[in-house]
């Protein structure tokens, strides 16, 4: 429902005057977050409603309805679930969540779907305080935190969730807590090699070029790690985003400067970044040994920062 193609100038973003086109990643992270059900859902990316400029950001059909789908931003699904997206840049309003509902209602006239079977999510990157308040104030409606980040909307017809994308925790949701503008070096690093490992960089191209842009301060500390940086090279040459870097206007050299990073600056300060950036993977439960294999560290000089 919200207008894609955010300003990249707003908090925490990359310093471009381009666009960050926030929404296909979106879609990207939603079928990695869903892909253990890949052949039970179908996904259906801005929904025209009608002949007019009326659109749904997602629905998601479950193809086969016996199917019990247990991960956490999916537990409330049904038959038909409508998902509304909210960039990185953008917030979720009252009046946003008055238009989702009724197209909702128009998707249920025009569709032929039964109400009970339906379901409306919104997910967000901060909570949403004023529509919070308006939904128990003025609806009498009840909001609960069911989940780290995830909040029910109880005593509508339809069950109705809103999801804070910064809140989720990261081993549970790496590609919707990790599309934000405000990654560290570390986050960025995880999010890639999973993509990485996985083979996955492909097609998840729409995503990481929208958190490589909006987060070109995190690659550039990523790039000053030795394996680090050819992780993130590889990656994002084979997800096309230094290609389409290139495609808007950008020299080969400077759109691998923007997309990596520069790997310039004393060795001194680089080897305090990478040393802060391993404490900080510490910090996080990651094990000893991925952080020596993504640092590039030894195995001694991370058990050496654990202990320290």
Same mark, same amino acid.
């Given at each position: 429902?919200?207008?894609?193609?955010?300003?990249?100038?707003?908090?925490?973003?990359?310093?471009?005057?381009? *666009? /960050? &086109?926030?929404?296909?990643?979106?879609?990207?992270?939603?079928?990695?977050?869903?892909?253990?059900?890949?052949?039970?859902? #179908?996904?259906?990316?801005? *929904?025209?409603?009608? &002949?007019?400029?009326?659109? /749904?950001?997602?629905?998601?059909? $479950?193809?086969?309805?016996?199917?019990?789908?247990?991960?956490?931003?999916?537990? /409330?699904?049904?038959?038909?679930?409508?998902? @509304?997206?909210?960039?990185?840049?953008?917030?979720?309003?009252?009046?946003?969540?008055?238009?989702?509902?009724?197209?909702?209602?128009?998707?249920?006239?025009?569709?032929?779907?039964?109400?009970?079977?339906?379901?409306l999510s919104f997910v967000?990157?901060?909570?949403?305080? $004023?529509?919070?308040?308006?939904?128990?104030?003025?609806?009498?409606?009840?909001?609960?935190?069911?989940?780290?980040?995830?909040?029910?909307?109880?005593?509508?017809?339809?069950?109705?969730?809103?999801?804070?994308?910064?809140?989720?925790?990261?081993?549970?949701?790496?590609?919707? &807590?990790?599309?934000?503008?405000?990654?560290?070096?570390?986050?960025?690093?995880?999010?890639?090699?999973?993509?990485?490992?996985?083979?996955?960089?492909?097609?998840?191209?729409?995503?990481?070029?929208?958190?490589?842009?909006?987060?070109s301060e995190a690659l550039?500390?990523?790039?000053?790690?030795g394996s680090g940086a050819?992780?993130?090279?590889?990656?994002?040459? @084979?997800?096309?985003?230094?290609?389409?870097?290139?495609? *808007?206007?950008?020299?080969?050299?400077?759109? *691998?400067?923007?997309?990596?990073? #520069?790997?310039?600056?004393?060795?001194?300060?680089?080897?305090?970044?990478?040393?802060?950036?391993?404490?900080?993977?510490?910090?996080?439960?990651?094990?000893? #040994?991925?952080?020596?294999?993504? &640092?590039?560290?030894?195995?001694?000089?991370?058990?050496?920062?654990?202990?320290?």
């Amino acid at each position: 429902m919200d207008t894609d193609g955010e300003s990249a100038n707003a908090e925490g973003s990359d310093s471009s005057d381009e *666009r /960050i &086109s926030w929404h296909p990643a979106f879609l990207d992270a939603i079928k990695m977050e869903l892909e253990e059900y890949a052949q039970a859902l #179908e996904f259906h990316a801005e *929904r025209q409603l009608s &002949s007019e400029p009326l659109r /749904i950001d997602l629905v998601i059909v $479950k193809k086969a309805p016996g199917v019990t789908i247990k991960k956490n931003i999916a537990r /409330i699904f049904r038959g038909v679930n409508i998902i @509304e997206y909210k960039s990185p840049t953008d917030y979720l309003s009252v009046g946003d969540f008055h238009r989702a509902l009724g197209c909702a209602h128009l998707y249920v006239s025009l569709n032929g779907a039964a109400i009970d079977d339906m379901t409306l999510s919104f997910v967000t990157s901060r909570y949403p305080e $004023k529509l919070v308040g308006h939904l128990r104030e003025k609806l009498r409606l009840d909001v609960e935190e069911c989940a780290q980040g995830i909040y029910t909307v109880d005593g509508h017809a339809m069950p109705i969730q809103m999801i804070d994308a910064r809140r989720l925790s990261a081993e549970e949701n790496l590609w919707l &807590s990790g599309l934000d503008n405000r990654l560290d070096a570390a986050r960025a690093l995880v999010v890639i090699s999973e993509a990485e490992r996985r083979g996955n960089a492909a097609r998840l191209g729409a995503y990481l070029d929208a958190i490589s842009r909006a987060n070109s301060e995190a690659l550039r500390e990523v790039f000053s790690m030795g394996s680090g940086a050819m992780t993130l090279e590889k990656v994002l040459e @084979e997800a096309g985003v230094l290609a389409r870097a290139e495609a *808007r206007g950008m020299a080969a050299g400077e759109a *691998r400067g923007i997309a990596l990073g #520069e790997a310039r600056g004393e060795a001194r300060g680089e080897a305090r970044g990478i040393a802060e950036i391993a404490r900080n993977m510490l910090k996080n439960g990651f094990p000893t #040994e991925q952080v020596a294999r993504l &640092s590039g560290l030894s195995l001694e000089q991370v058990e050496s920062l654990a202990n320290n």
